[in-house]
């Protein structure tokens, strides 16, 4: 794959996905996680592989060589395998496709040059970005302040992404809702996310629709001016044909002058021979 390909917002996205990847890792691997944590970070995980996947799609689709894109895709497609049970060397693959996502990118510098290069698919990567990554550390964060909480109705994995899911799209359901103060300010820092990043979304979508008035308002354009240069020739061929229709008069009407001349200039009487 060249680098050209590899460098698109997507690929940026999943490079965000992946830093979230390598700190799940590392609290799946340092922190001691309670069962209720461990389920979560699975059903987070099933999300992440989604994406990977479809980016492993992409790649293959894409690739003028489908054997030569194996000899090293075949790394893309395991680490969009979940990890559970036997597929725990899908760690591995992951870390390893994580790597290089970065190479990739190589630095900030260059993530800010793609989300910049087409404004309206750099909002929409950002805001989806922002969304995931707000749904999955809600979830965490939520499950770690209201799990412990006796009186809370949010005890479980599917508990804290039914909230998070309902918070950041601002349905509020009332069915699952924090009872502690940290709870409450999570759910205000999702709430607010979830107002601005579907916002953007809505951004987005308009931007197509005026994107396809400006193409075709631009379509239009050009149409008028391939007609106007059309025109322009037709006069132009129209100008050199009246310019030699009247220079073919013109010759006419000299020689028709020359001829009358002719005719009109007397002749001097012929000499006899002696």
């Known amino acids: 794959m060249d680098q050209r390909e590899r460098i698109t917002p997507f690929q940026i996205f999943l ?3 992946s830093l979230y990847v390598l700190l799940a890792l590392g609290a799946q691997t340092f922190f001691h996680l309670s069962s209720e944590m461990q389920r979560l970070l699975r059903y987070l995980d099933y999300l992440v592989c989604f994406f990977f996947f479809i980016d492993f799609c992409q790649r293959f689709y894409r690739a003028e060589s489908k054997l030569r894109y194996m000899k090293w895709g075949w790394i893309d497609l395991l680490a969009s395998v979940p990890v559970m049970g036997q597929f725990q060397a899908a760690r591995v693959f992951r870390v390893i496709l994580i790597f290089r996502l970065i190479r990739a990118l190589r630095s900030i510098q260059t993530v800010i040059d793609v989300v910049f290069r087409n404004r309206a698919e750099g909002v929409f990567a950002t805001a989806a970005t922002a969304t ?10 939520m499950l770690l302040i209201e799990g412990p909480v006796p009186e809370s109705r ?9 909230w998070a899911f309902v918070t950041i799209t601002t349905v509020g359901y009332g069915d699952y809702y924090p009872v502690t103060l940290g709870g409450r300010i999570v759910a205000v820092i999702v709430m607010i996310g979830g107002v601005g990043l579907f916002g953007s979304f809505a951004a987005y979508i308009g931007s197509l629709f005026v994107a396809d008035e400006n193409d075709d308002a631009d379509r239009q354009q050009r149409a008028q001016r391939e007609m106007m240069r059309h025109l322009n020739r037709q006069m132009e061929e129209m100008r050199h044909e009246i310019a030699g229709l009247r220079a073919s008069l013109d010759n006419r009407s000299a020689l028709s002058d020359e001829a009358g001349e002719n005719e009109a200039r007397p002749r001097s009487p012929a000499r006899d021979d002696p």
């Open 15 to 17: 490079l965000f996905l």
């Open 132 to 141: 995931v990554l707000l749904v999955a550390f809600g979830a965490i964060a």
């Open 154 to 162: 949010i005890n479980t994995a599917e508990d804290a992404l039914w």
